[in-house]
């Protein structure tokens, strides 16, 4: 596609329930990113997938979060026993490679996550 | 532990005039730095770089200045114009790390 495609748009779960976010990157970019925005905060690095390599996993917040990327596309991030302290706003953004950065990442418009 | 700090959290100014939007880092070790600009519920787009290897960039209205024997830097944003309100994040990378690491923002509101 044109952009970044982020599903759904909002969300609204129970706490204790799991909930899984997907990120359609732009076609062809190798890299893939997922930050979050809590309110009133700015945005705090999650996980990155680049081509086969390992993910950079070091910013997911505890064991309840993980994320997959299948076929070097598509990624879904899965938030297990969903707290209320999980609500924010989840951003996936895509880049041509991680190592070129004249242009920087392309971010989606983001999942809006509300845990009641 | 935040790398990378923007202290004001809002910035209020005339149309027409500047805007200068503060960033500072703490990192040595980050070699590129960006600002992206955030509408509310749209996603943040990029806006300008620079290199650690410069002091400066400029594009149209748009100047990023780099100092990094005090690890600041700033976007000067001149005329400002009403459609430049919006959240402003400064982002920095890791020596050829690929992930960025972000500010908490500066919303920027420019009155007619």
């Known amino acids: ?116 | 532990d935040q790398q990378v700090k923007q202290n004001s959290p809002s910035l209020s100014v005339q149309e027409g005039r500047i805007s200068i939007l503060n960033c500072d880092y703490t990192n040595s070790m980050f070699d590129y730095f960006l600002w992206y600009k955030k509408y509310p519920a749209e996603g943040p787009t990029f806006l300008i770089s620079i290199s650690s290897i410069k002091d400066k960039n400029e594009d149209g209205r748009f100047t990023v200045f780099l100092n990094k024997s005090a690890k600041h830097l700033s976007l000067h944003i001149v005329p400002s114009q009403p459609g430049d309100s919006a959240v402003y994040f400064c982002a920095a990378r890791y020596n050829q790390g690929g992930k960025l690491i972000f500010g908490q923002g500066t919303e920027l509101s420019v009155k007619p």
């Not at chain 1, 505890?62 to 707290?83: K, M, N, P, Y």
């Not at chain 1, 209320?84 to 996936?92: F, K, N, R, T």
């Not at chain 1, 242009?103 to 845990?115: K, Q």
């Open chain 1, 1 to 116: 596609g044109a952009g970044v495609s982020q599903s759904p748009s909002n969300k609204v779960t129970e706490k204790g329930k799991d909930v899984e976010l997907r990120c359609d990157p732009i076609s062809g970019h190798t890299a893939l990113y997922w930050y979050r925005q809590s309110l009133g905060q700015g945005l705090e690095f999650l996980i990155y997938f680049q081509g086969n390599s390992a993910p950079d996993k070091s910013g997911l917040p505890s064991d309840r979060f993980s994320a997959e990327r299948t076929g070097g596309s598509v990624s879904t991030l899965t938030i297990q026993r969903t707290q209320q302290e999980d609500s924010a706003v989840y951003l996936c953004a895509s880049s041509l490679m991680s190592g070129v950065l004249n242009y920087g990442y392309t971010f989606g418009s983001g999942t809006r996550l509300t845990v009641v």
